[in-house]
């Protein structure tokens, strides 16, 4: 029913920038809470900021002033602008939207975000 594909990452040095972007397939998108994770080696996976359908945004602590996530539903695609990279945002980002009703969500399949010097 719903198709995310993620693209934008790569690797970049400490203090670099970096665009996120994820293309959603179907007709469920406007009315949709979008939200992008991360999930680093030896960790669970987290949070790391959601827009609703109104474009009300949130984001984890630690990517707070350096992170932004928006919304451009004529395209039916969410972007993650990440700036000020540091080595510990290195992790496997991945999409998720959630249609509220009926009670599932979708993912895509990830992409790497490498920071290093």
């Known amino acids: 029913q719903v198709q995310l594909v993620e693209s934008g990452g790569g690797s970049v040095q400490p203090g670099g920038s970096l665009r996120l972007s994820c293309a959603a397939s179907?007709?469920?998108?406007?009315?949709?809470?979008m939200g992008w994770y991360r999930r680093a080696p030896g960790k669970q996976r987290e949070l790391v900021a959601s827009?609703?359908?109104?474009?009300?945004?949130n984001y984890a602590d630690s990517v707070k002033g350096r992170f932004t996530i928006s919304r451009d539903d004529a395209k039916s695609t969410v972007y993650l602008q990440m700036s000020s990279l540091k080595p510990e945002d290195t992790a496997v980002y991945y999409c998720?939207?959630?249609?509220?009703?009926?009670?599932?969500?979708?993912w895509g399949s990830g992409t790497q975000v490498t920071v290093s010097s």
């Open positions: 998720n939207l959630d249609p509220g009703r009926p009670r599932r969500t979708y």
């Open positions: 179907g007709s469920i998108f406007r009315t949709s809470t």
């Open positions: 827009i609703t359908s109104a474009s009300s945004t």
